[in-house]
């Protein structure tokens, strides 16, 4: 493996990036960065925040390296239903696919980004109002969406860590 490469729009893939750069050992580059630094089909491991489901560079990256293992961060908790909409919305096959929860920061957006997540959270809001119950993972996401929360936590890079621990 050569590196680990990733996009970010504010902030959450960058740590996640980051901190398996650490563990790794690996260096990490911001994608647009990334060809001043590795040939292609270089073998690499890919990270992008997921924006309508789609994980964001994936495809270019897909294009250029020889990716190995993708990563999907995005707002909602990771699962199983997660990480097989992330799988199939971004047809991802021979390659092995991890889901990472993120985090959500209004004030951290801006122009379409903010607009549309400013329409997109209405809805979810509306959707948690109506429940006569409110889950756990419900009451965290109206925290996110009013308050801005990163919910990137190094245990959740596990997965990712013995898949390469067995794979090497
Ligand atoms: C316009 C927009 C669309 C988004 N769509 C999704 C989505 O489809 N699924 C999801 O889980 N998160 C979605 N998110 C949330 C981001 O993926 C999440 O905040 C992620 O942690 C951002 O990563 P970053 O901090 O590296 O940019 C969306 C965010 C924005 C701004």
């Not at 992008?48 to 020889?66: H, M």
């Not at 119950?133 to 013995?162: F, H, Q, W, Y």
Request: charged share 30%; net charge positive; glycine share 6%.
């Amino acid at each position: 493996m050569k590196a680990i490469v990733f996009e970010s729009k504010t902030g959450n893939t960058k740590s996640y990036a980051e901190i398996l750069g650490q563990k790794t050992g690996l260096p990490v580059y911001h994608h647009k960065e990334a060809s001043k630094h590795l040939n292609k089909q270089d073998e690499i491991i890919y990270m992008g925040w997921l924006f309508a489901s789609s994980v964001k560079g994936y495809k270019k990256a897909a294009e250029n390296y020889n990716v190995k293992a993708v990563c999907g961060v995005g707002m909602r908790r990771a699962c199983e239903e997660a990480l097989k909409d992330m799988v199939e919305r971004n047809q991802i096959s021979d390659t092995i696919a991890f889901y990472l929860q993120g985090g959500y920061d209004v004030n951290k957006l801006n122009g379409i980004y903010k607009f549309l997540m400013k329409m997109m959270s209405k809805v979810i809001l509306k959707e948690i109002e109506k429940k006569e119950s409110k889950t756990d993972e419900d009451l965290e996401t109206i925290d996110m969406i009013n308050n801005g929360r990163s919910l990137v936590r190094e245990e959740n890079l596990a997965p990712i860590l013995e898949w390469l621990n067995k794979a090497s």
